[in-house]
Every structure is written in C-alpha cells, then in structure tokens.
C-alpha cells in the first residue's frame, strides 16, 4: 500500500533557529501533499496544502514566512519552520494523496518538534 | 459552513463490549468520509473510507462504518472491542475542496 515517510521523528531546537521536516512518499507520485499541526489532546489542524511545482496554499491564519512549504519532486516536500520559537513547538504530520491509488489519504508518523 | 462533528470526546468500554464512534458532517453534497486511528505519538493509520455504493464499508481491524444521507452521519462501528484499540479516532471528511478537514476526535479507553 501507499506509504509515506516523514523525517525526523522528533527535533529539538534552540529558540531563533529553523528546522526542516521531511515528507517523502515511497511508493507512489503525489502532486498534492498536506502539512497539519496538531496540539496536545487535540485534532489536526491543516496549515497548508503543497502543490509539486507550484506555491503552497496556506490557510487561514497560518503565517506563510514563518512556515515555508517546498514541494520540489512528485515525492517529496518539506515543511521549514524559520525563526522557531516556543510556541511553535507542536506535532507536525504530513499527508499525500494517492490519486491514482483509490484516492486515499496516506500520512506520514509525524515530528515532534520542540523549540528550547 | 463545511463541519465535522464528532460528539463524544472521550468513550469508556469494557473488552468485548461493541462500540459505535458518531460522526456527523456537514456538507452540500456527499462528501468523501474517513475513519482514521491515531496511537499516542504516531501518525493516523485508515482504518476505512466511503466514496460511493455500498453505504456499509468494512475495514481493518473489525470495524465498519455506516454511510447515512438523511442523518448526514458515519458512525463507526466494532462488534467486540480488544484492548489494543485504545487510541484517539479521527473522523474526517472531503468536501470536494480537495482537502482533509477533521473532526475533533474520540479517545476511546477500554478496560479489561
């Protein structure tokens, strides 16, 4: 079935640094990837859906310069998180659409990010 | 405007009692519907998803969902519960935005 990698696993960072999360999908092409956030005890919100080739499209409230999304092949995207402070500490999971595959939704293990 | 509603936050069973999750949505037109389980940590593995047809979908791990239009519903059901699937469930929906939009989700605690 489809598959999708994402590394790290986990990070710990010093305030003021940025941090780079991997999402690759192993066996199938994605041209849509997806970035969510999830806090503590609570559901996945979306910040952003990556288009190979093209812009992201950001959400609603979710600060573009501060969450930079590369999606530079059909299998892999990266999400970099600038100038990371303490409160973007959080759980970031990435997710990629099989079109081809049933039109599922494929996610990735997710990275626990913590900003020091 | 598009919603998931997911009723119950938290559920307590008993093993080998049966379970039903509530998911409720609110879109114009059918909508794609998931159920997806997330263990503490860890990303969210499917355990089932309704495009068209059948409006009983079965999964993994025993589940199965009911697909209702009138209720704009899709409960998640298991006959008997194993410890194991202790986990948060996730119901999640795609409007025809081409998007994931999620529910708020259910802890489901099961005691020997």
């Known amino acids: 079935g489809a598959v999708v990698s994402q590394h790290p696993s986990w990070v710990i960072c010093k305030s003021g640094t940025s941090v780079k999360i991997e999402c690759r999908s192993l066996?199938?092409?994605?041209?849509?990837m997806f970035w969510y956030r999830q806090f503590p005890k609570q559901s996945l919100m979306l910040m952003a859906t990556?288009?190979?080739?093209?812009?992201?499209?950001?959400e609603q409230g979710v600060e573009k310069d501060k969450f930079l999304i590369n999606h530079a092949s059909l299998t892999l995207s990266t999400l970099t998180v600038t100038s990371a402070h303490p409160e973007d500490s959080s759980f970031y999971i990435c997710?990629?659409?099989?079109?081809?595959?049933?039109?599922?939704?494929?996610f990735g293990s997710g990275t626990r990010l913590t900003v020091v | 405007a598009q919603s998931v509603t997911q009723p119950d936050i938290h559920i307590t069973v008993s093993e080998g009692a049966s379970l039903e999750l509530r998911c409720n949505y609110s879109?114009?037109?059918?909508?794609?519907l998931f159920w997806y389980v997330q263990s503490p940590g860890q990303g969210l593995q499917l355990l089932l998803k309704?495009?068209?047809?059948?409006?009983l979908v079965q999964g993994i791990k025993g589940f199965e969902a009911e697909f209702k239009r009138s209720q704009s519903s899709f409960n998640l059901r298991k006959p008997s519960v194993h410890w194991s699937d202790a986990a948060e469930y996730f119901c999640?929906?795609?409007?025809?935005?081409?998007?994931?939009?999620f529910g708020t989700g259910t802890r489901l605690q099961v005691f020997p």
């Open positions: 999640a929906v795609d409007g025809g935005t081409d998007k994931l939009i």
């Open positions: 997710s990629a659409r099989d079109e081809k595959g049933g039109y599922g939704y494929t």
């Open positions: 309704y495009f068209s047809g059948d409006t």
């Open positions: 990556s288009n190979e080739g093209s812009k992201a499209t950001y």
């Open positions: 066996d199938f092409q994605a041209t849509t």
């Open positions: 879109y114009g037109a059918t909508p794609y």
